[in-house]
């Protein structure tokens, strides 16, 4: 490894600070951006999924009304 990487840095109390508040702000940012992909997947996944569980029971219904029964079973 580069041996210039591996050496401790020494830097001022100010940009330590400096530093820990723009990490917060990107850790803030991210957190966010997390969020809302959550919020996304929610409404374009597992809602629409949900609608066709009661969807397509209807549909088949209704369908079964219109062509009548089902003319491949007989009892």
């Known amino acids: ?6 050496q401790p840095q020494n830097f001022s109390r100010e940009q330590e600070q400096a530093m ?6 990107h850790t803030r940012k ?3 951006y ?3 992909q959550l919020i996304i997947t929610v409404a374009l996944v597992v809602i629409p999924l949900l609608a066709m569980a009661f969807a397509i029971p209807l549909l088949m219904n209704s369908l079964g009304s219109i062509y009548g ?7």
């Not at 490894?1 to 591996?6: A, G, H, K, T, Y």
């Not at 820990?20 to 702000?25: C, F, G, K, N, R």
């Not at 029964?69 to 009892?75: D, E, K, R, Y």
Request: negative net charge; proline residues 4%; aromatic residues 4%.
């Open 1 to 6: 490894m580069d041996q210039q990487n591996q």
């Open 20 to 25: 820990l508040a723009e990490i917060l702000e």
């Open 30 to 32: 991210t957190k966010n």
């Open 69 to 75: 029964p089902s003319t491949g079973l007989t009892q």
């Open 34 to 36: 997390m969020k809302w």
